[in-house]
């Protein structure tokens, strides 16, 4: 039997940002095992963390949805790091994963997890996408975390979009991240929404694995290297984003999270 903890993550309060599922387990598991087990937590991602006795990394992280294992996840590495840290672990926790060695250090207040920079570039879109999702974005393009990137011009418009989810599920990616400058006066720079419903996620609640391609995006567009983001869902979600000056290939991504649940799963 395993232990199992549910985790609010990219937020301070219980019952909103993105929940994920964190089992630490002592030895290998099956493939299809964790699968399942993702299916029956149905959260949009499960995290199966394993002690590694490496000098590269401490643990093993994978990231399943409730339908497919996932190359990249931001919250469930938080909420990963959130729960090792809760039970007496001491960092910065090195995971191993499919997009290689991820730290995650603690530094005021907030977990930072260290990404992989993935900037936005110019690509097609198919047909039908932007009518999908609706409004009359201003830019759109492609990043290597595997979304569309679409940009509109105002935080309004983000908010109020209700995309056809059957016609995004239709693009053989990951989802759509979808973005705009703050309203002025407000007290962060950017929001953002993801689809995904292709690897069954019809809203992503807060992703923090898309702002490995905000970050970027962002820090061009406004000219700074340190960015305020609302992840405006239904739950909502608050990150930092960092760009480090002395690492350009990479994207500090800041959050707290909390333990709602933890339990036992018997099988």
Known sequence: MNRFHVVDAFTDQPFHGNPAAVLVLDSPYDDAWAQRVAAEFNLSETAFVRPLAGADADYELRWFTPTTEVDLCGHATLAAAHVLAAGGAEG?????????????????????????????????????LVAALGGEPVWAGFSDVNDYFVVYPDEATVRALAPDLAEVARCTVRGVTVTAPADP??????VSRLFAPA???????????????????WAQRLGRTRLDAVQCSARGG?????????????VLIGGTAVTVSEGTLRY
């Open 185 to 190: 006066g407000q007290p962060y720079d950017f």
């Open 92 to 128: 910065p926790f090195r995971f191993a994963s499919r997009s290689g060695v991820l730290t995650v250090t603690a530094r005021d207040g907030l977990l930072w997890l260290d990404f992989p920079a993935n900037p936005p570039y110019a690509k097609d879109v198919p047909d039908g």
């Open 238 to 250: 608050r990150l930092v984003v960092e760009l480090p000056a002395d690492a350009p290939d990479r």
């Open 199 to 217: 690897i069954g996620i019809p809203e992503d609640p807060v992703t923090g694995s898309a702002h490995t391609a905000l970050g970027p995006y």
